[in-house]
C-alpha cells in the first residue's frame, strides 16, 4: 500500500460537492488500462472518502448516499475512479511523465532499428528527438498507444524500422538452463548436437539484437550466435 505521503488525489465533482480519495500513482495508472488488473483495496492509500483530503475533512454518510447510492467505500472509490479526475502536484506529474517517457523511450530502443546500419537507435538519440519535436507524455495513458503516436511524430526526425530477426544459439551443455529459461518466449526450435551442445533459433524484434546477444554471452562462457538471412 502507498504512504500518505506519495499518493495522489483523485477527485469528483458532484452535485455541488467534491468527493476525493488518495491512491496510489503507478497503480492507478495500471488500473486505468485494466480494471481487473488491480484490487480497489490495494490502490487505495486509505480506505477513505474525503471532501478535503489535505484537510482532513469527511462528508457524512447521507451525502455518500444521496451521491453515490451506497455508503460503501470501494463503490463510491470505483465511481470516483471512473467519472473523476486525478490530481496531481506539479512534482508529482513531473515524475511520472518522466517514468513514462524512459518506458516509451525503452519500448522504441528495443523494437525499432536504424534501416542503413540495421542496429537500434542509443536511447539517448531517441530522447532527443523526442524533445526535439515536443512529444507530449501523458502520464495516464499506456506506453504502447503513446508509442504508436510517438513513432508516426519521429519518423521525419529520425529513420526507424521494425523488423523481426532470427539468431541461432549454440552453447555448451552445462549453460543449458539458463539460457533456455531466459530464451524461452523467443524459442521457435531447439535441439541437442552429438557432442552435447545445445542448439536453438530465437525470434525477437530487430533493436533487441545485442541485448540478447549480450545476456547469453553473460549466462554462458562458450557461445556461437549467427544471424539467419
Known sequence: MVSLDDAVLARLEKGGSRYEILVDPELVDI????????????????????????????????????????????????IILDKGGIQLTTAQ????????KLQI?????????DPKTKLPHPRTRIENALDEIR???????????????????????????FITIRLAFMVQGKDYGGVSQML???????EWT???????????PGGMKNDIIDKVASRSSDVEVRELD
Open 31 to 78: 488500473w486505468k488500462e485494466d480494471n481487473n488488473s488491480v484490487e480497489l483495496g490495494e490502490l487505495l492509500a486509505i480506505e477513505e472518502i474525503w471532501s478535503d483530503a489535505r484537510a482532513g475533512e469527511r462528508p457524512t454518510g447521507e451525502a455518500l448516499e444521496k451521491a453515490f447510492g451506497t455508503t460503501e467505500i470501494l463503490s463510491c472509490a470505483r
Open 93 to 100: 506529474r513531473k515524475k511520472m511523465v518522466e517514468a513514462k
Open 105 to 113: 523511450i525503452n519500448e522504441i530502443a528495443s523494437t525499432a532499428t
Open 135 to 161: 512529444f507530449s507524455i501523458d502520464p495516464f495513458k499506456s506506453v504502447e498507444s503513446q508509442v504508436a503516436n510517438a513513432v508516426s511524430e519521429l519518423r521525419p526526425v529520425i529513420p526507424l524500422q
Open 184 to 190: 524461452r518466449d523467443s524459442i521457435q526450435k531447439e
Open 194 to 204: 552429438s557432442d552435447g551442445n545445445w542448439v536453438c533459433v530465437v525470434s525477437v
